[in-house]
């Protein structure tokens, strides 16, 4: 008998579309916005109180129609809202520091415009201790390919940031912060954030084939 437990996972989710459609939409996004005192920004961490969504929805139906389908498979139900959206325009060197979003549960990032030399997204090992380097686990990034017209969703407590832009071609993307409506307790401490949680409500079996919490 063998059982795996894969304790405290961080789930990334990566959609994509082929839907020109979306990509007007975005692209006509981009000329509003530009035309606008900045209502886009270089920095994910003073984003407060603003949403891009809320703002142009009457010319993005396709597009957050198709991103509204994403975040539902990812968290496994319709119960949230974006609380906060923005446009990110990341010219020749511009990158984003080590963050994470707060006021959130989930976040995400929707890949416009680019290309290889734009880089990767960076993800850091949420164990914190991962720094120490005592144990021989040194994974402490992982390189997420950030692919025109694709979302990448992750838990907001995750820290992450951009390699930098080393193209003239300014690197276009629309972040975008999950804020869920708390759901129903855990089985033994924590919150259900939606289908891919596993609930640890019901006894596993021990290698001696007895179950754990199983009441004598
Ligand atoms: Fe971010």
């Known amino acids: 008998m063998n059982e795996v437990l894969d304790l405290f996972p961080t789930r990334l989710n990566i959609s994509r579309h082929d839907d020109s459609v979306i990509v007007d939409e975005i692209n006509h996004l981009v000329v509003c916005c530009e035309k606008e005192e900045p209502s886009f920004n270089f920095n994910a961490e003073q984003n407060d ?7 142009y929805r009457p010319i993005l139906p396709v597009f957050l129609t198709w991103l509204t389908d994403a975040v539902n498979e990812y968290v496994g139900h319709e119960h949230w809202r974006f609380s906060e959206s923005w446009l990110n325009i990341y010219t020749k060197n511009g990158s984003q520091p080590i963050h994470n979003h707060k006021d959130c549960q989930v976040s995400g990032c929707y890949y416009h415009q680019t290309v290889e030399e734009h880089g990767d997204l960076i993800t850091h090992n949420p164990n914190s201790y991962i720094n120490l380097d005592v144990w021989g686990c040194t994974w402490k990034t992982y390189p997420v390919k950030t692919y025109p017209q694709s979302a990448v969703m992750f838990p907001s407590f995750l820290m992450h940031s951009t390699e930098n832009n080393m193209s003239d071609l300014p690197k276009i993307s629309i972040g975008f912060n ?11 401490s924590g919150q259900w954030l ?18 754990y919490g199983q009441s004598e």
């Open 178 to 188: 999950v804020a869920l409506e708390r759901g129903k307790q855990g089985g033994i």
């Open 194 to 211: 939606g289908k891919h949680t596993l609930i640890h409500d019901k006894p596993y079996n021990m290698l001696d084939g007895k179950s």
């Open 49 to 55: 109180n603003i949403n891009l969504f809320d703002e």
